[in-house]
């Protein structure tokens, strides 16, 4: 069977519209390859181009005065279609180029080198490409240099479709809708340390009309992290329509046990359900031991307890407790990476003090927790849940 141009066309466009290249900003790595090219081949024109349906877009280059050019003018359309590297030694002498615009016009370009890059799944997307404006051609080992520095760009694209892929899980790890509770406001915010991590917060309404929060962190950071964070969220949503918050809890963690024991990790988890009306509040408390309700005069009431995180030990259960919330009060929750936001205060959740002081606020607290100067690269997750109580508006 003869498979069509265009049928393998139409198949080279789409592997080039899954990896995302041109709608991401432009790496720096990918400047750094090809000011390496251009030193170590001693030419004046380098670009990494990716091959489009009418256009040739450049994702680096030195030398050329914009980023993109129609794709009938490119040189690296032939590289593509062809899939394997093209070298032109004088392109003023070849048919195919004689009357490009490049090289019959003032730029004279005459010699040409274009190794093809590859999506992840093998289709010819651009290249990695090499021009000079005098003839020239390449040893066997500036051949095999070309190369090496393609595979590069590869590899950097793969690693870019992964991290794309990497950050839909993160974003799915988060609510997808503020919830309105009458008297109450509730806020979150989680900074991964690298580009995905393990931290997570999730919020839901019950048949019953409680509301529960839950805020875990699965030790370790990245995608293995976000992939167990994620499967878990599911677990502990799914189970809790239809039980109690303790039962939840216990049947969400024996659900992923295997997956924690095979990835040699566990969970810090704190789960609350509110009772809106009341104030009333149900927790389990999973080795997390960082949540707080911050009263309106400041003071704290820590809610931890010894249970130990998910995964610890195989077939553990945990127990629920109990706590309220007043007006004017907020349960605050974090994980390790906000305390470093108050190195001072490290210890004060353990002594009956808050390092937030009083919350007038909730989104001004998460707010002021998640901002890190720019400088200061987090070395663990960051994540902030926080619920209070509105005061009664006095008329």
């Not at 670009?47 to 993109?68: C, H, I, K, S």
């Not at 051609?137 to 520095?149: C, G, H, T």
């Not at 606020?361 to 200061?376: I, K, R, T, Y």
């Amino acid at each position: 069977m003869t498979i069509s141009r265009a049928h393998l066309e139409h198949a080279r466009l789409e592997a080039l519209d899954d990896t995302a290249v041109l709608a991401r900003p432009v790496e720096e790595r990918l400047d750094h390859v090809v000011r390496l090219a251009k030193k170590i081949f001693g030419v004046p024109l380098v670009a990494v181009n990716m091959v489009d349906q009418d256009r040739t877009v450049a994702l680096a280059n030195v030398g050329f005065p914009g980023t993109e050019m129609p794709r009938g003018d490119s040189f690296c359309t032939h590289t593509v279609l062809a899939g394997e590297r093209v070298e032109v030694p004088d392109l003023s002498l070849d048919p195919r180029f004689v009357d490009n615009p490049y090289v019959a016009g003032p730029a004279r370009v005459r010699f040409y080198a274009g190794e093809p890059i590859a999506a992840p799944n093998g289709e010819p997307i651009g290249t990695l490409c090499i021009l000079d404006f005098e003839p020239r051609r390449l040893d066997d080992e500036q051949v095999r240099m070309l190369r090496i520095l393609a595979d590069w760009v590869e590899r950097d694209i793969a690693a870019d479709e992964d991290d794309a892929r990497a950050r839909e899980v993160q974003r799915r790890l988060l609510p997808r809708h503020q919830l309105d509770i009458p008297g109450y406001h509730l806020t979150g915010r989680s900074v991964p340390a690298r580009r995905v991590g393990g931290d997570f917060f999730d919020w839901q309404e019950l048949d019953d009309g409680t509301v529960q929060v839950v805020t875990a962190d699965v030790m370790g950071k990245g995608l293995a992290a976000a992939v167990l964070a994620a499967g878990l969220r599911s677990l502990i949503r799914g189970a809790s329509r239809v039980r109690g918050l303790d039962r939840a809890i216990t049947r969400a963690a024996a659900s992923v046990e295997e997956d924690l024991e095979d990835a040699a990790s566990f969970v810090t988890l704190f789960a609350v359900r509110l009772d809106p009306v009341s104030g009333d509040l149900r927790w389990v408390d999973g080795g997390h031991g960082l949540a707080v309700i911050v009263r309106t005069d400041g003071s704290v009431d820590r809610l931890a307890s010894t249970d130990l995180p998910l995964g610890v030990v195989p077939g553990d259960t945990w127990q629920s407790h109990t706590a309220r919330l007043s007006p004017g009060d907020a349960l605050v929750v974090v994980s390790d990476g906000v305390l470093d936001r108050f190195p001072v205060e490290t210890e004060a959740l353990g002594n009956g003090s808050s390092p937030f002081g009083p919350v007038t606020h909730a989104q001004a607290l998460v707010d002021a927790a998640a901002l890190l100067p720019a400088d200061e690269p987090l070395e663990d997750d960051l994540t902030i849940v926080v619920l209070r109580r509105r005061r009664p508006r006095v008329s």
